[in-house]
């Protein structure tokens, strides 16, 4: 298992709280908690060693598309594909966003 800290500038504030996945069924799972200011804070939990490129890598690839929001992003990961792990946390940004 490997534990994963990263902080990256929020470029747009949310408000909320959304789940999407369940780390049960094999992939993963993200909680996503609205916050002020101007900073995404991730911490992920994964069982997959020697990761923390590719989740960097991927955070990126989001905040350049759509811009990531303030807040708190907590993943419980179980081996998801990258596009899982994509999908997961388009998921809960979307969900707060139409709350």
């Known amino acids: 298992m490997e ?6 500038p929020a ?7 959304a ?9 993963m799972e993200v909680l996503y908690t609205a916050t002020e200011g101007d900073t995404l804070r991730i911490e992920i ?4 060693d020697n990761s923390e490129a590719r989740w ?11 811009g990531l929001p303030a807040g ?3 993943i419980h990961d179980f081996g998801a594909t990258p ?6 946390i388009e998921q809960v940004f979307e969900e707060v966003s139409h709350a």
């Open 56 to 66: 960097k890598a991927l955070f990126d690839r989001l905040n350049l598309i759509n």
């Open 19 to 27: 789940l999407a996945g369940v780390v049960g069924s094999g992939d």
């Open 11 to 17: 470029g747009r504030l949310l408000s909320g709280r």
């Open 3 to 8: 534990h994963i800290t990263l902080s990256i």
């Open 72 to 74: 708190e992003l907590v």
């Open 45 to 48: 939990t994964t069982s997959l």
């Open 83 to 88: 596009g899982v792990a994509r999908i997961r």
